[in-house]
């Protein structure tokens, strides 16, 4: 059986290695997972050109959204005091209109999402929702949500809502996740709902509100690194299989062949 094409969206550099042009990378991570997970991962050229995305979505089976630096407060009206703003690091080489063309592109053809860290928080702003700049400094209480010191173990618990896609692929309660992340969800997007959060209150993961309505067949984003976990622990490997499979029914691959 042919695999299902994953189109992950890269990291970005305004400097290669190689050429001091702006270039794009990706950890091993997401294409191990999904390689591990039965899908076939393709890296995506970062791009605004709208013809190239809408083409490159109609080969894929679905998306996935990968981790990586802040998004642009602009992009969702956010001001911060300057203690704030000093802890933004906005990604590079024009990252936030590539994904967001592309999240737009892949909701209009109605493919499989899956969002992880900056994911959720682009998917969010995508949608009309913000993000807090910085939790340490704007949610007094919180849990250290930064600790990229243990970025391979789960620190935190999260309480998965009953009834989400999430809790039923993941089949455990209190999900255990890791956390390298500085922001999180605002206010949620008003077509979203929460499905996850920390013990602090910290918003881990989001669905569509309404399945009923949901423009794609499947939708999950979450906060902390799946694809740092699945290979030790199978509530997150069920994650990425459940997506795979979504985007097995949505692959071109999958279609039957015209006569
Ligand atoms: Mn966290």
Known sequence: MERPLIL??????TEGTEFPDAAISLSFRYSDAVIGSGG??????????????????SHAGGVLLSGGEDVTPSRYGGVFESEVHKTVVEAVAGRDAFE???IEETLSQGKPVLAICRGIQILNVALGGTLLGDI????PGALDHNRQDER???????QVEPGSSLATLSGVQPLRVNSTHHQAIARVAACLRVVARSPDGIIEGLEWGDPGSCPVPFLIAV??????LW???????????????????????????QA
């Open 136 to 139: 340490r400094l704007q949610h």
């Open 40 to 57: 076939l991962p393709m890296v995506l050229p970062c791009t605004t050109d709208r013809d190239t995305i809408a083409e490159a979505i």
């Open 8 to 13: 992950v969206s890269p990291h970005t550099e």
């Open 152 to 158: 391979f173990q789960p620190v935190h618990d999260v």
């Open 100 to 102: 967001l063309a592309l």
């Open 231 to 257: 290979d030790r622990h199978p509530p997150h490997h069920r994650l990425f299989q459940a997506f795979i499979a979504a985007c097995r029914k949505r692959s071109r691959l999958a279609a039957p062949v």
């Open 223 to 228: 906060q902390y690194h799946p694809e740092r």
